[in-house]
Structures are given as structure tokens and as C-alpha cells.
């Protein structure tokens, strides 16, 4: 990416459409507002211009407005031309701008990293943007907009202003321990608040509810051959996801859908029916079922007796997974729950409401409420892995030189460094804003 040139793209979405977006960022807006539309708006008031090419042909009326940097979402000059979302409207507009000597179309996220880059905001604020555009779940888009709010950058900016303080001190007894206005033991104070620190981030790491708001609640359905367990998946999915046949071990290898359940990702994997068998075809699928089990927040083990026949092999074999028994296939019961099972039934619909509730709540459970106290992101949590590592050598080291104890605090703070992106390498920053749309 090339800082210097004036970048442009669409950044509204798909043609056609009623209103196309057109931003252009970079020194030369002002010289393109001229030289396209004959006039610089006032700054942040939309006013009604003919844009034209080059040669003076005449190609759409719309709004253009202008934004003077630095008071921009980049930093920099900024202008947006909202016109007709015509595709051949469109197209020449972006032609014509194309033919302007220093202007380039822009590279995907490269508005937002030259807002990061300008400072207009740090990088979790980036992210939580990232996340805003492709939120698909109502928990999905709180989250993004409690990082995009900056909420999270404040906590992180908590936790560096804390350890910058302790550092702050343990070099004052390092460089300044003969002189006579420097406290004795200053390190005795440092330490009590460098283990609350650790504490609160401990805490932080705890909190798995940014990875299932953003990767989904796994509920893996479980249970023998015609258990009904495709059944319920393509009526979970109100459509047929799964082949649903009489015949034993249909489903060989696993399936997914994923759902909105009230504003929270669920992700459903059907899972090959669980038996002794000598098909190596269908014992690869049990194989894939049992890992799916493993790694799933919740297990629905379904049989058509409701008996726990299977409760030691789940609870045993599966011990991470939170299970729920349910009898299937009860056409002529009405909805039943028990200590040991929940009926449903899905050609009446019968128990599918308290089924999903039942979903739901296991769901709220395992994001402790979802009040997004400190929601680390992974590669949030990778910094705060390494960070709380070295605060923990700095703590459990009190033989060891005061100068080397200095350095994982030290360490540790470089680590809070990239959380916000003080201190992140380029090949990162590239990773990350490539996920952007082009045109933010």
C-alpha cells in the first residue's frame, strides 16, 4: 500500500442498487472534486453536483461531500460522490477517476488502515469494525460494537497505564537505589499490584464468550442409527440439510448448519450414528462423530426410548460436553421433560420450543450472560497468554536479580503493546486489514 497516493473505491456494496457510494481518500481529493464535479463542497455539507468525466461528458447528479483532514475517518482529505447505482453509471465514475494521474483504486481495508495508521483509532477499535461489517447475529454486532466503541482499548489501556507504573518504579529503585529521596524496597509495592494485574487478566482469559459469539455455541446431535437425529437437524434448519432414510448409518460424515437462535450463533452437527460396525466407511464417520462430540459445547444424545443407554460412553469419553437426553420420535406424546429427558417429536413440532430454550440456555450459560466484561478475541488472548507468563516470572522470582525481573515486566508490557497495535508488525497489520471490503 502506498500512503501517498489518493485511493478511491465503491462503498456500498453490490449493483445495482438506489444509492451508490463512491470514497476517495488522499492530498489530491480536493483537485478531483474540482476537476470531476467543478466544485469543492463546503467541508461535511452534501451539495448537489453533475459529475463529469475528464472531456466534460456528463455522467450521473448527485451528492458530493467533503471532509478536510485530519477531521476525517482517515485523517486525511476525504470525499464521498453518492450517485445512481447504476452499474454503467458506476463504472464510468470509477473510470474516470481511474484516469487521473495519482489515484489508484484502494486496496482491500486500506481506508481503515489509513485511519489506523493516522490515528484515528487503534487496532482493536479496527477490529471491532472488521467484525461490525460481517456480524450476522444481533450478539455478533454488540460485540463488534463494544470493540469498535473503543470499550475493550480502554481496558487494555488499563492494564498498560498499571504496568507502565510498576516499571516506572522498579527502575527508579534500579537506577536511583543510592539516592536519598528514592523510598527502600520500592519492589515490595510493585509486586502486590503486579498480582492483581495478573488476576484481572487471568480473569480475562476465563471469559470464552467472544470466541462462541463469534465462531458459534457447537451443539453436536449424537445418538444410535435412526435415532432421528438428521430429522432434527433438517427441521432445525427448515430445510433439508441431511439425506433421511430407514436404513442404518445413512449419515457418514458429519454436517453443520448454523442458526440464529435469539441473536446467538448455533452451530448444529449432525454426527454419524454410534455402533459397532465393520463398514470401515462408517466406522471412519463414527470415528469423525466422537471427535465432534468432543469438541462441542453441547451434546443432544437422542434415542427413540429416552433411555441413557450411552450415558457412560458421552459422559465418560465426552466429559467436556454438556449433554441433554432427549427421547425422539414421540408422535403421540405431548411435550414431556424429566430429570433424565426431554420427548420431542418433529413431525407434531411437540418439545422442539423447549428444546431450542433449553439450546438457548446452555448457550447464555457458557458466555456467563454476555455482559462482554473483557471478550478476547484470539488473537487477544494470545497477548494476554504471553503477557500474564511473563508478569508470572517477574512475580515468582524473588532470587532472581532485580534487573532480569525488570525485563519480564518489560516483556510483558510489549506484549500489551500489540493488543492496540503500538508495537505490531507490518506482515500482521497486512494480515488483518486484508479482511476488510475494499472500500472501508
Given amino acids: ?69 485530519p477531521r476525517s475517518f482517515t485523517g486525511e482529505d476525504c470525499a464521498e460522490l453518492q450517485v445512481h447505482g447504476g452499474r454503467a453509471i458506476v463504472a464510468a465514475i470509477l473510470e474516470a477517476l481511474a484516469a487521473i494521474p495519482g489515484l489508484r483504486p484502494a486496496e482491500a481495508g486500506e481506508f481503515a488502515r489509513r485511519a489506523f495508521e493516522n490515528g484515528k483509532m487503534d487496532l482493536v477499535e479496527a477490529e471491532g469494525l472488521a467484525e461490525l461489517l460481517q456480524a450476522e447475529t444481533a450478539n ?118 448454523d442458526l440464529d437462535l435469539n441473536g446467538t450463533k448455533i452451530v448444529l452437527y449432525d454426527t454419524a450414528g454410534l455402533r459397532e460396525t465393520d463398514d470401515p466407511v462408517e466406522r471412519i464417520g463414527i470415528e469423525r462423530a466422537h471427535a465432534t462430540i468432543r469438541a462441542a459445547d453441547l451434546v443432544l444424545y437422542l434415542s427413540e426410548t429416552g433411555e441413557r443407554a450411552a450415558q457412560n460412553e458421552i459422559e465418560t469419553a465426552e466429559a467436556k460436553s454438556d449433554i441433554i437426553f432427549v427421547r425422539s420420535k414421540a408422535e403421540r406424546d405431548s411435550a414431556s421433560t424429566s430429570d433424565s429427558f426431554l420427548s420431542i417429536s418433529v413431525l407434531t413440532g411437540n418439545g422442539i420450543d423447549s428444546l431450542l430454550k433449553q439450546i438457548e440456555a446452555r448457550a447464555a450459560r457458557a458466555m456467563g450472560g454476555g455482559d462482554f466484561a473483557t ?66
Fill in 375 to 440: 471478550p478476547l478475541l484470539i488473537r487477544h488472548r494470545n497477548h494476554v497468554v504471553s503477557a500474564c507468563a511473563a508478569l508470572i516470572e517477574a512475580i515468582e522470582g524473588p532470587g532472581t536479580p532485580l534487573e532480569l525481573r525488570a525485563e519480564f515486566l518489560r516483556s510483558a508490557a510489549d506484549e500489551l503493546a500489540h493488543l492496540t497495535g503500538r508495537v505490531t508488525p507490518d506482515a500482521l497489520l497486512g494480515l488483518i486489514f486484508s479482511q476488510f471490503c475494499v472500500g472501508k
Fill in 140 to 257: 455478533q454486532r454488540r460485540l463488534a460494537k463494544y470493540l469498535a466503541d473503543g470499550y475493550l482499548s480502554k481496558r487494555y489501556d488499563g492494564w498498560m497505564a498499571r504496568l507502565s507504573q510498576a516499571r516506572a518504579l522498579i527502575e527508579a529503585e534500579l537506577d536511583f537505589a543510592d539516592e536519598g529521596d528514592i523510598p527502600g524496597s520500592v519492589s515490595d509495592q510493585v509486586w502486590r499490584d503486579v498480582r492483581l494485574l495478573v488476576s484481572e487478566m487471568e480473569a480475562a482469559l476465563s471469559d470464552h464468550s467472544a470466541e462462541i459469539i463469534q465462531e458459534g455455541f457447537r451443539v453436536a446431535i449424537a445418538g444410535p442409527p435412526n435415532a432421528g437425529k438428521s430429522s432434527l437437524l433438517n427441521y432445525l434448519a427448515r430445510r433439508d440439510v441431511a439425506i433421511v432414510t430407514d436404513i442404518a448409518g445413512t449419515t457418514r460424515d458429519v454436517l453443520s448448519v
Fill in 1 to 69: 500500500m502506498a500512503s501517498s497516493d489518493t485511493i478511491f473505491a465503491l462503498s456500498s456494496g453490490g449493483l445495482p442498487a438506489g444509492v451508490a457510494v463512491i470514497r476517495m481518500s488522499g492530498a489530491a481529493t480536493e483537485h478531483v472534486l474540482r476537476l470531476l464535479c467543478r466544485v469543492v463542497p463546503p467541508e461535511r455539507l452534501a451539495r448537489l453536483v453533475t459529475v463529469c468525466a475528464a472531456d466534460g461528458e456528463e455522467l450521473d447528479r448527485g451528492l458530493a461531500l467533503f471532509f478536510k483532514g
